[in-house]
């Protein structure tokens, strides 16, 4: 008899260590999905506030022109942004890079302030055609020359440094970064050594 009393005492136990191993494990899973959805690559949702960002920080503000049912945007955005993203590497120290997603409806704060509607604003740049990569000083001006579609996903990121370059040089800054996302974390590598 004491035998059984131990036997259900201890799988009640179990189960109990069990289920609070599973919770523990569930709010862990939580916790790391709310911060990765902190690094994905951003919805632009205040044209003026990222402007006054760009302006503090002196970096140039890359946006690509992208919505939900185009197929090369999502490519783009898991291939390349959500990675570029994620490495902690370019977000706020080479670049201010956000989602302008042409099929939603609601209006955002534009450079000035005054409220626009991201189709009208995306035909009105002629970034209409997804995706589009546009890259802009902090006062509206494109610093460095577009890129539209895909041409080869993996050279996609150095085509983005490229034009990273070319925006810093017109911004008349003296900042520079390696032509490929390789060579610039080995450059962030050494610095941090």
């Given at each position: 008899?004491?035998?059984?009393?131990?036997k259900?005492?201890?799988?009640?136990?179990?189960?109990?260590?069990?289920?609070?191993?599973l919770?523990?494990?569930?709010l862990?899973?939580?916790?790391?999905a709310?911060?990765?959805?902190?690094?994905?690559?951003?919805e632009?949702?205040?044209l003026?506030?990222?402007?006054?960002?760009?302006?503090?920080l002196?970096?140039p503000?890359?946006?690509?022109f992208?919505a939900?049912w185009?197929?090369?945007?999502?490519l783009l955005?898991?291939s390349?942004?959500?990675?570029?993203?994620?490495?902690?590497?370019y977000?706020e120290?080479v670049?201010?890079?956000?989602?302008?997603?042409?099929d939603?409806?609601?209006?955002?704060?534009s450079?000035?302030g005054?409220?626009?509607?991201?189709a009208?604003?995306?035909?009105e740049l002629?970034?209409d055609?997804?995706?589009?990569?546009?890259?802009?000083?902090?006062?509206?001006?494109e610093?460095?020359p577009r890129?539209?579609?895909i041409?080869?996903?993996?050279?996609?990121?150095?085509?983005?440094?490229?034009?990273?370059?070319?925006?810093?040089?017109?911004?008349?800054?003296t900042?520079?970064?390696p032509?490929?996302?390789?060579?610039?974390?080995k450059?962030?590598?050494?610095k941090?050594?």
């Amino acid at each position: 008899m004491k035998q059984i009393l131990l036997k259900n005492a201890f799988n009640k136990t179990s189960k109990t260590f069990m289920l609070i191993l599973l919770l523990v494990f569930l709010l862990k899973i939580t916790q790391q999905a709310d911060a990765n959805s902190d690094s994905s690559f951003k919805e632009l949702t205040n044209l003026q506030k990222l402007a006054e960002q760009s302006q503090q920080l002196k970096l140039p503000i890359m946006l690509m022109f992208g919505a939900e049912w185009c197929e090369f945007c999502e490519l783009l955005q898991e291939s390349v942004f959500d990675p570029m993203m994620l490495g902690g590497l370019y977000e706020e120290k080479v670049v201010l890079m956000r989602h302008v997603g042409v099929d939603e409806a609601e209006p955002i704060p534009s450079w000035d302030g005054t409220l626009i509607n991201k189709a009208k604003w995306a035909y009105e740049l002629d970034a209409d055609l997804t995706p589009t990569v546009l890259f802009f000083d902090a006062n509206g001006h494109e610093v460095a020359p577009r890129i539209i579609g895909i041409s080869e996903i993996t050279l996609y990121a150095g085509l983005i440094h490229q034009r990273l370059n070319t925006a810093y040089k017109n911004m008349g800054l003296t900042k520079r970064i390696p032509v490929t996302p390789e060579l610039l974390e080995k450059e962030s590598v050494k610095k941090t050594q």
